[in-house]
């Protein structure tokens, strides 16, 4: 017998230090050779870590959360015979090169182009790690049957509540992919999960630590950065939506095989319109040189919610594009988020945020400026609610509160309250919005 020390090899781009997002192995383990053992997460990377060596672990860096550094022990592993250390180390070092050929993938996932990167790998990590999950829940008659399951595709945090709720994810109908929240939450709801009631339903659920590692990290530690450098302050004004409404619902209804549209492309539209006459808020702040950047292209960041946590990827010049190829874009850009299949290019270089949670959108926000820009406008819930006409008359509008937030260090409330009725007028005069 031998020891083989498998050290946390270089991911590249002179990272020095990894975070454990999770392990796939345990003290006592058997493993194979090509074994997942490991995922490890860089500030642009997430990448799984594979056995070199056949064998038993005697010994593992740390726990899930813990910092290891580039060179130090990940694992130890117990081998038969003598280990060939030059091969294995060429080996692992051919591994990373492959799932992090520019060692810059995105934090969302674990390799950057599953079709290039053996998904057959991962559709086999993905039904090991579900039948775990669910090897405690009690069994349907599908799960005893003698038929072996078909392979599920699904975010760890969807296995482990489908596993919690004691739902077989074989029978839950994925409307992409991947089965998500939405698909566990429809079958409860309306498919064969019908009168169906977890057993704990009406009992008091125990304490539940978490630790906070990988994705809910760096959204973290983005948050709290931004919230101690910038001093931010916050600006909120009500805009009558009703023609806008009426005009998008007529675009629609005539659209043809184009995309359909949600008020955010042309919201979008307005906002790019109106930020020549204000360059302050298209801009960014960098602390250590002390110099705001005003930026002449709109790269507009769009806050979307995955699986992992907040992601914001980002609309390149979208001052040049129309409603439909916004509608496109930010279409296939949300899908990307939550899918993990978008480029570090497109995560990254916004000048402006825009934030928008829909029909949850609520009366007001107060949201978080993303680090370094300066500005970040949220759109909330559109109510239909009476106003008085100058005639005394009273009608039904739809309304809406339009939130923003900026860094005092570098926009003005004056600023900011101007270009909020700059994008009110325009919002409230649609036409205005397709005149050059």
Known sequence: MSKYIFNLPDIGEGIAEAEIVAWHIAVGDMVEEDDQIADVMT????????????????AVAGEAGDIVAIGSMLVEIEVKGDVEVEEMEAKVEEQVAVEAPDAALTSSKVTENKSEVSIETENIKLQKESEE?????????????????SKVLATPAVRKRAADLGVDLNQVKAQGEHIRHSDLDSYLSYGSGQGYRPSNASSKRDDETIKVIGMRRKIAQNMAESKRNIPHFSYVDEIDMTELEDMRQDLNGNRGDRPKLTMLPLMIVAICKSLPTFPMLNATFDDEAGQVTRHGAVHLGMATQTDQGLMVPVIRDAQDKNIWQLASEIGRLAEGARSGGLKPTELSGSTLTLTSLGPLGGIATTPVINRPEVAIIGPNKIVERPVFAETGEIHARRLMNLSISCDHRVVDGYDAASYVQALKHLLETPVLLFAD
């Open 43 to 58: 500030d642009k990377a997430t990448v799984e870590m594979e056995a070199p060596v056949s064998g038993k672990i005697v």
């Open 133 to 149: 999950l669910s090897s405690d829940a009690p069994k349907s008659a599908a799960m005893t049957s003698d038929s072996p399951p």
